[in-house]
C-alpha cells in the first residue's frame, strides 16, 4: 500500500495548497481501500448492505415458458395473415398448476398469468381479443397477433450460471427481491464499516447546554453522524473535544483504535488555536489541503495508527511499515456546516463507499437550465446549493437556495442538491445548462 507521498507523486500537478477537486478525489480514491470481514445476513436483514461475492443465479428465471397474460394458449402457427381463428378450449392451466395434457390442431388452453405454457403451445391471445361463440368454442379477429405473443420465455429474466448480482452492489429492494426469487434465505455481505465522529472547538455546545456569549451549538456533530448512518456505517460518537492538545491526541487515539476511519470536524485551518493538525503531524501520516472549491476550503486527510492509546507516536508509520491494515484514514473537515456537508458529501462520501466495497460511488448527476445568474471565478469548483424542478414547459431548472455562506445551514434544508460549477467554469447566464449532483438519499 501506498503512503501519501507515492499516492501525491502520482498525480500530476499535485498542489496542496490549491488542490484542484479532481485530483483530490483521484488522492482518497488511492487512499481508501476495501475493508476485509464479510458475514452472512437473513434476506430482510440484508437491505443497504454491499454484497460481498458476484451472486451466480442457481436457476433459470422464470424457471418456464410462462403466460404473461390470462387468456387462451395456442400454437401460433395456426395464425395466418387476414384470417379469423376459431379455437376450442380443452383444458385449463394455472399458476403453480400446470396442464399436462395434449393439444390437437384448432384447440386452446385457458391460461391464467404466470402459468406454465402448455407443451407444443407458444402463444397466448388476452381474453379481451376473444369473442365466445354459441358452441364453446373462441374466434380471434385477424391480425391482433403474432405467434409467440404474450408468452414469457424460460430464463429471459436470468439465466442458470448467470451473474444475477455484482459483487459490491448496494442492496436494494429489488436486488433483495431478485435474491429472494432465485429462493435464497441469506445473503454474504461486507461488514459494516466502522467510522469514529468527532467535532472540535472551545466555542462547542452541546443541544440542551445553555447559552453562552461566542458559543454556538453543535450542528456538525448531528449533520455528519446521521449522513454516516444513512450511509450504513456503524457510527462511533466521540462527542465534542475542546481545543486542547492533550484531550485531542486523547480522542484521536480512543477513535483510531475503534474504527476504520476518523471524521472531525474544526482545527483543520491555520488559526492559533486550530491543534488538530500539528497534532496529526505527530500521531500519522497526514497532509493539509486548501482545496481549489468553495464551500470547503482546508481539509486533512492521512492516516493515523490504531494502537495509540496510552502513548504519543512520534513516527508511527514507521513503526507499523507495511501494515497499514493497522492504521485508520482519517478525514479532517472545517468546522463551517456547510462546508463539512459539501465536502463530505463531494469527497468523503465516495471514499468511504469505497472502503465500503460499493461499485457506484458519485451521487446520481443531472442537467438542468439555470433559472437565474450565478457569479463565477474560474479556478476553483464551486457547489451553490440548488432546488431542481420542473419548469412549466416540463424541463427541468435549477435556482439557487439565495445566499450561499459556509454557515447557512438552512439553506441545505431547502435544498435537493449542489449545482457542480466546474473548475474553469465562468459565470453562469440565465438558460445556460449546469450539472446538479443530486442528494438522492445521502441526506
Known amino acids: 500500500m501506498s503512503t501519501l507521498a507515492d499516492i501525491a507523486a502520482e498525480l500530476p500537478g499535485y498542489d496542496p495548497s490549491d488542490l484542484r477537486v479532481a485530483d483530490a478525489t483521484a488522492f482518497l480514491e488511492a487512499l481508501a481501500e476495501p475493508v476485509q470481514g464479510t458475514e452472512t445476513l437473513p434476506l430482510h436483514e440484508a437491505l443497504g448492505r454491499v454484497l460481498a461475492h458476484d451472486l451466480v443465479s442457481p436457476l433459470s428465471v422464470p424457471p418456464h415458458d410462462n403466460s404473461a397474460m390470462?387468456?387462451?394458449?395456442?400454437?401460433?402457427?395456426?395464425?395466418?395473415?387476414?384470417?379469423?381463428?376459431?379455437?376450442?378450449?380443452?383444458?385449463?392451466?394455472?399458476?403453480?398448476?400446470?396442464?399436462?395434457?395434449?393439444?390437437a390442431p384448432g384447440e386452446c388452453v385457458r391460461i391464467m398469468t404466470g402459468a406454465v405454457m402448455p407443451a407444443g403451445l407458444d402463444t397466448v391471445v388476452p381474453q379481451e381479443l376473444t369473442t365466445p361463440g354459441p358452441d364453446g368454442t373462441i374466434a380471434i379477429a385477424p391480425d391482433v397477433l403474432r405467434p409467440g405473443a404474450n408468452r414469457r420465455l424460460r430464463g429471459e429474466d436470468l439465466q442458470e450460471g448467470a451473474i444475477a448480482l455484482q459483487k459490491g452492489e448496494l442492496l436494494s429492494p429489488a436486488a433483495i427481491g431478485l435474491a429472494a426469487s432465485l429462493g435464497l434465505q441469506t445473503l454474504e455481505v461486507t461488514r459494516r464499516l466502522r467510522v469514529a465522529y468527532f467535532s472540535t472547538g472551545d466555542e462547542i455546545l452541546r443541544p440542551g447546554e445553555p447559552p453562552r456569549p461566542g458559543a454556538i451549538y453543535d450542528s456538525n456533530r448531528a449533520t455528519l453522524t446521521s449522513l454516516l448512518a444513512r450511509l450504513g456505517a456503524q457510527v462511533i460518537d466521540l462527542g465534542a473535544v475542546p481545543d486542547d492538545p492533550a484531550q485531542i491526541a486523547a480522542a484521536f487515539a480512543r477513535a483510531a483504535a475503534q474504527a476504520d476511519a476518523v471524521i472531525t470536524s474544526g482545527g483543520v485551518s491555520t488559526g492559533d488555536a486550530d491543534h488538530t493538525r500539528a497534532m496529526l503531524q505527530q500521531l500519522g501520516d497526514v497532509v493539509s489541503w486548501r482545496l481549489a472549491m468553495r464551500p470547503g476550503r482546508p481539509m486533512v486527510v492521512g492516516r493515523i495508527a490504531r494502537a495509540l492509546e496510552g502513548k504519543m507516536a512520534s513516527s508511527p508509520i514507521q513503526e507499523s511499515a507495511g501494515s497499514y491494515e493497522n492504521q485508520s484514514i482519517l478525514f479532517g473537515l472545517p468546522g463551517n456546516p456547510v462546508a463539512a456537508m459539501v465536502c463530505f458529501l463531494v469527497l468523503v462520501r465516495p471514499a468511504l463507499l469505497r472502503m465500503m466495497g460499493v461499485r457506484q460511488q458519485a451521487l446520481p448527476y443531472l442537467q438542468a437550465r439555470s433559472s437565474e445568474i450565478i457569479r463565477k471565478r474560474p479556478g476553483r469548483t464551486e457547489y451553490p446549493r440548488g432546488i431542481v424542478f420542473t419548469a412549466p414547459d416540463g424541463n427541468l431548472q435549477v435556482c439557487t437556495t439565495g445566499s450561499q455562506g459556509s454557515g447557512m445551514l438552512s439553506s441545505m434544508v431547502r435544498a435537493n442538491g449542489l449545482i457542480v460549477l466546474r473548475h474553469e467554469q465562468g459565470d453562469v447566464a440565465m438558460g445556460d445548462l449546469v450539472d446538479v449532483m443530486m442528494f438522492d438519499a445521502a441526506l
Do not use: E, I, K, N
Not at 74 to 94: C, E, K, S, T, Y
Open 70 to 103: 390470462d387468456g387462451y394458449a395456442f400454437d401460433g402457427a395456426a395464425l395466418q395473415p387476414g384470417q379469423p381463428l376459431q379455437l376450442r378450449p380443452v383444458g385449463q392451466a394455472l399458476a403453480g398448476r400446470p396442464w399436462q395434457g395434449q393439444v
